[in-house]
């Protein structure tokens, strides 16, 4: 009897363990940090280093661990000596080399433009607008990209922009002064997510 009681508590208390791990990560919502960005701009900071990756890739990972992780890309466009973008279906990766030649190539942004794709924390293009809020908590900072023709009524604005969604609103949770996460929404669905290292 005294071995089964053992048994269940020592069960009972990895479940515990376990829920408790899973609740502060799946929680995520970090406590927001108060800085500057680049430009010196008060920002709050409010998701972690890790929860800013897609696919499994992060901002400064090297272009080894891309292709180990991802296999080859569907296309690579070399613009120029220090910078490559690799292609894979539905991820666009942008890779810079910091510092003397020779340095290795990092990743310095991401975009995701399908639901191939998702953050660590399982966010994808074509998800609702709401899950934003749910897994990272109130975003950093929120704009609006507004479609006008300015010769048009306001009712024919009104209808191009219902009709074919040209309204993106764009929420922005940041790490720190120089990463962020951005998810562009149009008609309440997420349209495209992006990682971006500012320089």
Same mark, same amino acid.
């Given at each position: 009897?005294?071995? $089964?009681?053992?048994? *269940?508590?020592?069960?009972?208390?990895?479940?515990?363990?376990?829920?408790?791990?899973?609740?502060?990560?799946?929680?995520?919502?970090?406590?927001?940090?108060?800085?500057?960005?680049?430009?010196?701009?008060?920002?709050?900071?409010?998701?972690?280093?890790?929860?800013?990756?897609?696919?499994?890739?992060?901002?400064?990972?090297?272009?080894?661990?891309?292709?180990?992780?991802?296999?080859?890309?569907?296309?690579?466009?070399?613009?120029?000596?220090?910078?490559?973008?690799?292609?894979?279906?539905? *991820? $666009?990766?942008?890779?810079?080399?910091?510092?003397?030649?020779?340095?290795?190539?990092?990743?310095?942004?991401?975009?995701?433009?399908?639901?191939?794709?998702?953050?660590?924390?399982?966010?994808?293009?074509?998800?609702?607008?709401?899950?934003?809020?749910?897994?990272?908590?109130?975003?950093?900072?929120?704009?609006?990209?507004?479609?006008?023709?300015?010769?048009?009524?306001?009712?024919?604005?009104?209808?191009?922009?219902?009709?074919?969604?040209?309204?993106?609103?764009?929420?922005?949770?940041?790490?720190?002064?120089?990463?962020?996460?951005?998810?562009?929404?149009?008609?309440?669905?997420? $349209?495209?997510?992006?990682?971006?290292?500012?320089?």
């Amino acid at each position: 009897m005294k071995e $089964k009681l053992v048994s *269940l508590f020592k069960n009972w208390l990895l479940i515990c363990i376990f829920l408790l791990v899973i609740t502060n990560y799946a929680g995520a919502n970090r406590k927001p940090e108060f800085m500057h960005n680049l430009g010196g701009s008060p920002i709050s900071c409010s998701i972690y280093n890790d929860q800013a990756s897609l696919a499994g890739i992060r901002i400064d990972d090297p272009l080894n661990r891309v292709t180990a992780i991802l296999g080859k890309p569907q296309s690579i466009n070399r613009s120029s000596g220090i910078s490559v973008t690799y292609y894979y279906k539905g *991820l $666009k990766i942008d890779f810079m080399q910091w510092g003397e030649p020779g340095s290795p190539f990092t990743v310095a942004n991401m975009i995701a433009t399908s639901n191939d794709v998702s953050t660590i924390d399982g966010v994808s293009v074509g998800m609702n607008e709401s899950i934003l809020t749910k897994v990272y908590g109130t975003a950093d900072a929120v704009y609006t990209k507004t479609f006008v023709a300015p010769k048009l009524s306001a009712a024919d604005n009104a209808t191009i922009q219902r009709r074919f969604g040209l309204n993106n609103t764009v929420y922005v949770y940041n790490v720190d002064a120089c990463n962020s996460m951005m998810f562009t929404v149009s008609n309440g669905i997420i $349209k495209e997510i992006k990682i971006h290292h500012s320089e």
